[in-house]
């Protein structure tokens, strides 16, 4: 999971290493993502969260779809 | 999970924020007063679970998400200390699971370019227009996170 300038960067970077794309995320989309994941990660309390409600966090900030399921 | 578990890795977190690095399985047990050996199967069992991440064929943390104690391209200041995060998704992270400010410098994957960004009370206010790319699908991500 890496940052990059642009799509003409990620294209590039794709194409030099001969990798498919996977999923481009705005770094704006990602901060959400990146705050409500780790959030809870020191509270003295933690518990493992289920699969489900991973997916439920990843659904909050609009990514969806296959690419996304954390179920096999 | 196992209460001892829930111990040990809370243990480990802790001393993060605390001292900037994970506690030695020597370290964790004397905190602990137990065994040398507890602590190090509290620790795979843990690293099973997706709670820890251990260097290969060790006991030595590589990550306690989103803290990485590898290097890596991504730098975060945050709460008075320079951290490393594992990945992009970690590096906004790191601001978020210490409830702070942040400033993430990073590359970019494909020049390597210096990359700033900028976490404000949660927003990013800087380096917004940048781009994070996931090559892996989310459930093939543990299959090895080191890449991943």
Known sequence: ?72 | MDPFDLDVRRHVYFSVVANGRPPSTEDAAAAFDAPKDDIADAYRRLHDAHALVLFPDTTDVWMANPFCFAPTPHRVRAGGRTWTGTCCWDALGIPGALHADGDVETECACCGERLELTVREGELVAGADLLCHVLVPARRWWDDIGFT
Do not use: C, I, K, Y
């Not at chain 1, 481009?24 to 309390?45: F, H, I, K, Y």
């Open chain 1, 1 to 72: 999971m890496v940052f990059l300038r642009s799509e003409e960067h990620l294209e590039r970077w794709l194409g030099a290493n001969g990798w498919e794309p996977g999923a481009t995320v705005p770094a704006r989309q990602m901060n959400e993502l990146a705050r409500t994941w780790w959030w809870s990660r020191l509270d003295p309390g933690w518990q493992p969260r289920t699969a489900e409600q991973s997916q439920a966090l990843l659904d909050v900030v609009g990514l969806t779809g296959e690419f996304w399921s954390l179920q096999a």
